[in-house]
């Protein structure tokens, strides 16, 4: 019967999730908190969904919508600047690796930012920095997540039905590889 409720609560966590993603502007916090119920599975065997992500929903909105205008900002940023690159004829040569570095520290710092928030409750500056850290120290942990998050955009594409229940399994699977690397730092800046 546990195996039961464990994948129910993956598919009512998922189904809240996106609820709460349709006003757009509130995708990062309704991730933040699905990250605070997977960490709670985690850590303390409980498997209830709906009352803690409106809890940790509520808790975290200030701290994950200013990450999330953030990120909206660097990614539109990121987005415009690679369009306009193949305009620049010669500069190209030259910005096209500066594009590439930022993007890649862009990905890796992703892969542990909802994890972070999640792990260690500190505002958007602090999970940047926290991010940034353990992406680069725990390059492994990083590069492992951004494949993962691949192979479930891939199981999306090609098995629709996967919609229903991916995201929370992609949140729980992640937040375990960051949980690992958060259990070797005796602490971190918040």
């Given at each position: 019967?546990?195996?039961?409720?464990?994948?129910?609560?993956?598919?009512?966590?998922?189904?809240?999730?996106?609820?709460?993603c349709?006003?757009?502007?509130?995708?990062?916090?309704?991730?933040?908190?699905?990250?605070?119920?997977?960490?709670?599975?985690?850590?303390?065997?409980?498997?209830?969904?709906?009352?803690?992500?409106?809890?940790?929903?509520?808790?975290?909105?200030?701290?994950?919508?200013?990450?999330g205008?953030?990120?909206?900002?660097?990614?539109?940023?990121?987005?415009?600047?690679?369009?306009?690159?193949?305009?620049?004829?010669?500069?190209?040569?030259?910005?096209?690796?500066?594009?590439?570095?930022?993007g890649?520290?862009?990905?890796?710092?992703?892969?542990?930012?909802?994890?972070?928030?999640?792990?260690?409750?500190?505002?958007?500056?602090?999970a940047?920095?926290?991010?940034?850290?353990?992406?680069?120290?725990?390059?492994?942990?990083?590069?492992?997540?951004?494949?993962?998050?691949?192979?479930?955009?891939?199981?999306?594409?090609?098995?629709?039905?996967?919609?229903?229940?991916?995201?929370?399994?992609?949140?729980?699977?992640?937040?375990?590889?960051?949980y690992?690397?958060?259990?070797?730092?005796?602490?971190?800046?918040?």
């Open positions: 019967m546990r195996i039961l409720e464990f994948f129910t609560s993956f598919f009512l966590l998922n189904i809240l999730w996106l609820l709460f349709l006003p757009v502007l509130t995708i990062f916090p309704a991730t933040v908190a699905m990250y605070c119920v997977v960490r709670q599975w985690i850590l303390h065997k409980d498997y209830s969904v709906f009352k803690p992500f409106i809890q940790f929903f509520k808790k975290n909105f200030k701290t994950s919508f200013l990450l205008l953030v990120w909206l900002l660097f990614a539109g940023i990121f987005i415009i600047d690679y369009f306009l690159l193949g305009k620049l004829g010669g500069f190209q040569t030259f910005l096209l690796p500066v594009l590439a570095i930022f890649t520290l862009f990905l890796f710092i992703s892969s542990f930012i909802f994890s972070t928030i999640a792990n260690y409750n500190v505002n958007f500056i602090n940047i920095k926290n991010s940034l850290f353990f992406s680069v120290r725990y390059f492994l942990t990083a590069i492992s997540s951004i494949l993962l998050l691949i192979l479930c955009i891939m199981f999306v594409l090609t098995w629709s039905v996967t919609f229903f229940f991916i995201f929370s399994v992609y949140a729980y699977v992640n937040y375990l590889l960051c690992r690397v958060f259990t070797k730092i005796p602490s971190v800046n918040t």
